[in-house]
């Protein structure tokens, strides 16, 4: 099955750059200020006018009084109002702050910057590939998701070959991944005849753009609800949006995609103080820029942080200063989780990430270069290492219908699934430049650090990402294991 795939496997040939990623700049703050006062001071000049009389039959002329305020300290009034070149967004995060009459979580920050309804970086822009501000595995070459089109094929294999299937992406970025994977399995009518897409993706941009690259065109009414349905020419598939997982139509057998998915969910990062675990918050200061400060007090958040602490080794918290955890990430795996259980079916998380607890990985990157996490918000990616043990056991605490497979380096996965046999086929027809290409993503997409046959600038040099990101699958423990986690 795999290999007869891998040679029926056929799409256009994509070349993205990668770029490493590193911690994030901090720097703690209080939530203590100080505003210089200067005391207060005036002076009272009351004088008697020359032609007053000491006659007491006349009535005395009132006196002058003269008010010195030259020295009187007066402040302008504090406002959370920044300059005019403050952005839309950045206004109204100062205006929430200003409201709570306090700060707010990273957590609660990093999803206004990302998906705010009117500013938000995910939301008007495409922010992928060479001109974007970063670069997927999908960008990268075509190889990438033909081998996710493998793993689903063989997974509905092991699903019974059901007439009826979900195939579910989650954040499907440009629609590249998806768009190969169909390309990739066309050729096998019955599986690409049983899918319908469903894309859960916000971002009305982005929905044009996974459109236009799905090749969506208008087909035929549907008959119970008389709306138009939308299919994608490349396979003949039935297309639909949602907004979040939660509207997908449950009752049929899902296989759900997370690319690069579970590290934009925001995290509520924790500091260890003399105090204990604080929470670190986003406050504005004096003059109206952003801070990071210490919550003085234990917040809603240190449920989640007490949570995680379950599934740690004491000696694993010990020796860190600082604790990421994802209550998003929790809630929608076990959401997953459970849907998979009773439906049937699995599910692919793709990330870079940590099989332990993550600590102070946030990042922002903006034009493909690091930025400081709270520079002009709305204008950077925020992403977080994913905490996949978080994910294991968060899966397998909300259904017990569910097998939680690896997680392995993208390296294995890819090339288990025949990847070395997929460019060796491309290779024996395409043209030099093609060929370049085809070496490039492939270093890019199962090697490790720069790659050893560059010859070309040194600021181009591709960056292998096998090793960095890592898989990991949930099934429906009746299937068995999934490839090639079987292997």
């Known amino acids: 099955m795999l290999r007869r795939a891998l040679k029926l496997a ?9 770029f490493p990623s590193s911690s994030s700049l901090f720097n703690p703050s209080r939530f203590t200020s100080s505003l210089p006062l200067t005391p207060p001071t005036s002076s009272l000049d009351v004088s008697a006018d020359e032609n007053t009389t000491n006659d007491p039959h006349t009535p005395p002329q009132a006196a002058t009084i003269s008010v010195d305020r030259s020295g009187l300290y007066n402040p302008k009034e504090h406002s959370h109002e920044g300059p005019e070149k403050d952005s839309e967004l950045v206004r109204h995060l100062k205006s929430i702050i200003k409201f709570r009459g306090g700060p707010i979580s990273v957590a609660e920050y990093m999803e206004e910057v990302l998906t705010n309804p009117k500013a938000g970086f995910y939301i008007n822009r495409d922010v992928f590939g060479a001109e974007g501000d970063f670069i997927t595995s999908p960008e990268v070459s075509q190889m990438f998701g033909e081998m996710i089109g493998v793993w689903a094929m063989c997974l509905w294999e092991q699903m019974g070959q059901p007439t009826k299937v979900n195939l579910v992406e989650l954040g499907p970025g440009r629609g590249t991944l998806m768009a190969d994977l169909l390309r ?4 096998f009518n019955k599986f690409k005849e049983s899918l319908h897409i469903r894309l859960v993706e916000c971002s009305p941009t982005l929905q044009r753009i996974q459109r236009k690259n799905l090749k969506c065109v208008d087909g035929d009414s549907n008959t119970e609800n008389a709306d138009t349905e939308t299919i994608s020419s490349i396979a003949g598939t039935p297309v639909s949006w949602h907004p979040v997982l939660d509207e997908v139509p449950s009752g049929v057998p899902t296989i759900i995609i997370a690319h690069e998915f579970f590290d934009a969910l925001p995290v509520h990062q924790f500091q260890i103080t003399s105090r204990g675990w ?10 109206s820029s952003f801070c990071f400060v210490l919550s003085p007090s234990p917040t809603p958040a240190n449920l989640f942080l007490m949570r995680r602490f379950k599934w740690a080794a004491e000696e694993e918290v010990a020796k860190l200063d600082q604790i990421e955890v994802c ?3 929790m809630e929608l795996i076990e959401s997953i989780a459970k849907r998979i259980g009773s439906d049937g079916g699995g599910a692919l998380v793709i990330d870079y990430g940590v099989k332990g607890l993550a600590s102070d990985t946030l990042q922002a990157i ?3 270069k690091f930025v400081h ?5 709305g204008s950077a990616d925020l992403s977080a290492y994913v905490d996949f043990a978080s994910i294991r056991h968060s899966a397998e605490d909300a259904s017990d219908q569910v097998a939680v ?5 993208q390296s294995q996965f890819l090339c288990s699934l025949g990847l070395n046999f997929r460019i060796e086929a491309l290779l024996q027809d395409c043209t030099d430049e093609q060929a370049e290409s085809l070496q490039v993503g492939y270093w890019q997409l199962v090697g490790e650090g720069e790659a050893p046959f560059w010859e070309g600038p040194d600021n181009k040099v591709p960056i292998g990402m096998g090793t960095r990101y890592m898989v990991m699958a949930l099934v429906n423990k009746k299937q068995g294991a999934p490839v090639p986690f079987n292997s």
Do not use: Q
């Not at 056929?10 to 990668?18: E, M, N, V």
């Not at 604080?278 to 003059?287: A, I, N, Q």
């Not at 996490?373 to 918000?377: A, H, K, N, S």
């Not at 497979?405 to 380096?409: M, N, Q, R, S």
């Open 10 to 18: 056929t799409t256009p040939l994509h070349l993205r750059p990668f």
């Open 327 to 329: 209550p998003s990430a």
């Open 405 to 409: 497979h690896g997680p392995i380096t």
């Open 373 to 377: 996490i709270l520079d002009d918000p």
């Open 278 to 287: 604080c929470e670190k918050m986003v406050d504005v200061t004096e003059d």
């Open 366 to 368: 903006r034009k493909h």
């Open 184 to 187: 990739g399995t066309s050729k």
